[in-house]
Nanobody, 111 residues
């Protein structure tokens, strides 16, 4: 059974940084694309970033230049490095790898 487990969320001040991790187990990690989504209270879930098996990346325009998605195939892990965080980045961040979702990790940006 495929499991996605996120970690790394927390409370950070505006301008700060966090690195989220998504560990994938129970499947062949290198084959599939993996994505990070986020959902803020009262808003729809949105795609933040994705990375293909070949390492190609895609970002939402709102995070481009501030966030970086990467993967470590030796650790079956996908990372989301988030810099220059803003209050509007506050959300539950969830890892997705078709057809499975993780449970999410909360990111709160506040002074």
């Amino acid at each position: 059974q495929v499991q996605l487990v996120e970690s790394g969320g927390g409370l950070v001040q505006p301008g700060g940084s966090l690195r989220l991790s998504c560990v994938v187990s129970g499947s062949t990690f290198t084959i599939y694309a993996t994505s990070w989504y986020r959902q803020a209270p009262g808003k729809q879930r949105e795609l933040v970033a994705s990375i293909t098996s070949g390492g190609s990346t895609n970002y939402a325009s709102s995070v481009k230049g501030r966030f970086t998605i990467s993967r470590d195939n030796t650790k079956n892990t996908v990372y989301l490095q988030m810099n220059s965080l803003k209050p509007e980045d506050t959300a539950l961040y969830t890892c997705y790898r078709y057809p499975n979702w993780g449970q999410g990790t909360q990111v709160t940006v506040s002074s």
